[in-house]
């Protein structure tokens, strides 16, 4: 591995629920024309949280819930737990299952991590979104179809970079995840026009990339 080469998620485990039971349904609020549940679990959450957002584009499904698991996939509660579980909502298995192929080959194609050193133990997410799906948009408080620049990384190095994506590209920050997260990382949502989205994302992994070529300056 070298420097920026591409750290690609594994989706571990995916089902589908095609007439979820209502009490069950409930759970989730789904409403009533949401009968079917497509499941997956990830072993990367960022790369899966955009995924589940790709699918909202792709078919008619909505996010119903995603949380990520605490300490990271290092210490997943099983083989097919991963870091990330997420679920998607629709009309009919149909539905379902295209949102969740949707999610797959977005996850496994496109969004992925990068490495910031040499063996890849330092890793960051710099994602530019061109337009928001419905998940991300709710999250970022944002209308539907909005550029989005997703940044992760580890506390100090995100801490670091978001404030050099602030100065160098015109966008807003719409979320800011403080350190720690569930899985120890930090990191953002800002948002703007999609060249800002792209500036942003290339500042923050300048920002990363030059703390983990000199970690100490003092």
């Known amino acids: 591995m070298a420097v920026l080469d591409p750290i690609r998620p594994t989706i571990l485990a995916t089902r589908l629920i095609e007439n979820v039971d209502r009490r069950y349904a409930a759970r989730f609020s789904l409403g009533p024309h949401q009968r079917s549940l497509a499941l997956v679990t990830c072993d990367i959450d960022d790369c899966l949280y955009a995924s589940l957002d790709e ?4 078919a008619d499904v909505q996010v119903v819930y995603a949380h990520s698991f605490y300490a990271g996939s290092a210490h997943a509660s099983g083989p097919l737990s991963g870091e990330i579980i997420g679920v998607l909502a629709g009309p009919d298995p149909a539905e379902a299952r295209a949102g969740l192929e ?6 496994e194609n496109v969004a992925h991590f990068e490495a910031a050193n ?4 330092l890793a960051f997410f710099a994602h530019p979104i061109s337009r928001t799906g419905t998940y991300l948009s709710k999250e970022a408080d944002v209308p ?4 989005l620049a ?3 990384a580890p506390p100090l190095e995100a801490t670091f970079a978001l404030d050099r994506a602030l100065k160098t590209a015109d966008v807003e920050m719409r979320v800011w ?6 899985t120890n990382f930090s990191g953002g949502y800002l948002v703007g026009d999609q060249s800002a989205v792209v500036a ?3 500042a923050f992994r300048d920002g990363v990339l030059e703390v983990a ?3 100490r300056e003092v």
């Open 55 to 58: 699918a909202t584009k792709k």
């Open 102 to 107: 949707a999610c797959v080959a977005y996850a």
């Open 118 to 121: 040499d063996d890849g133990s």
């Open 144 to 147: 539907v179809g909005t550029p």
């Open 150 to 152: 997703y940044l992760i």
């Open 177 to 182: 995840f403080a350190p720690p997260s569930e």
């Open 200 to 202: 942003a994302c290339q």
């Open 213 to 215: 070529r000199t970690p």
